[in-house]
């Protein structure tokens, strides 16, 4: 279990408690009124979300058609208030951008698998699953891959596909976006442990 200064993962709070922490703080998420602190991130955990987010930053924001954020604040529901690696919204729907959080489900969210795996791949597809999160992407770079979840017409997420270095990420929500994945993967400043 995690501790700082009188906090511990784990222990019980209320929304007003936890947007109360302070900013400078370990990284934490209230997933329905636990508080989790999550571990730091890995070299190649880093890596894979910065080459990613730079990746979407430049074929969807750069041109206009969504908000791009790594990472971010996201309360999806009254109780949980997630911190994704990676998010995007759609132009249209910058209205749920605040200062602070992003108030609503993003139409994208990427999570890099790292030690917690079970909280990305149960908890939190659970989560973004209740919240309506039209795409759900696990980027795991121990296995060099990606799966695209994606809500179905009964707002159940179904694998939409399991992408390899050899493949290109796309989606139907950006059908400009065209990301060759050996530039992800194979990307030559890439560090493993």
Partial sequence: MTTTTGIYSGMRMTPEEFRGLPETGPRSELIEGLLYIMPEP??????????????????????????????????????????????????????????????????????????????????????????GVPEYWLLDGDADNLIQLALDDNGVYQERAVLAAADTLTTPLFPSLSLPLEQLFNHPARIRA
């Fill in 42 to 131: 890995g070299l190649d955990h880093q890596f894979l979300v910065q080459l990613l987010w730079k990746y979407l930053f430049d074929q969807l924001t750069l041109i206009g058609l969504a908000h791009t954020y790594i990472p971010v604040n996201v309360v999806l529901i009254e109780n949980d208030y997630l911190s994704p690696d990676i998010i995007v919204v759609r132009s249209d729907r910058s209205g749920i951008l605040g200062q602070v959080w992003v108030q609503g489900a993003p139409d994208i969210v990427v999570e890099v698998l790292s030690t917690d795996r079970d909280r990305d791949l149960v908890d939190k597809r659970r989560l973004y699953e209740v919240a």
